[in-house]
Nanobody, 125 residues
């Protein structure tokens, strides 16, 4: 059974930091891009960041660029999202996902074939 399990969410004050982790089991994702998305109630799931299979390429939403850093450890089958200088608008449930398409399709939600269950991030102002 393929699973992606996020951890590291929580409550933090504005300006603080959190590090999210996503652990994969059931298969390796060393040849997949891995992405992070977030969602708040009543809104569509929003792209946050993506990293290619080797870690050599990353891409970020404008809203998090310069504050968030995505990384991966293929030996451990994990992907992380370091979030610094958090803002209240970063409050959301964060999901990791495995990308099954080409790099050009990195923003297409339909190309993400596996999703985690999400972890809540709450930033208090």
């Amino acid at each position: 059974q393929v699973q992606l399990v996020e951890s590291g969410g929580g409550l933090v004050q504005a300006g603080g930091s959190l590090r999210l982790s996503c652990a994969a089991s059931g298969r390796t994702f060393n040849s997949n891009g891995m992405g992070w998305f977030r969602q708040t109630p009543g809104k569509e799931r929003e792209f946050v960041a993506v990293i290619n299979w080797s870690g050599s390429s990353t891409y970020y939403a404008d809203s998090v660029k310069g504050r968030f850093t995505i990384s991966r450890d293929n030996a451990k089958n994990t992907v992380a999202l370091q979030m610094n200088n958090l803002k209240s608008e970063d409050t959301a449930v964060y999901y990791c996902a495995a990308h099954a398409g080409r790099w050009l399709e990195r923003l297409s939600l339909s190309k993400y074939e596996y999703w985690g269950q999400g972890t809540q991030v709450t930033v208090s102002s």
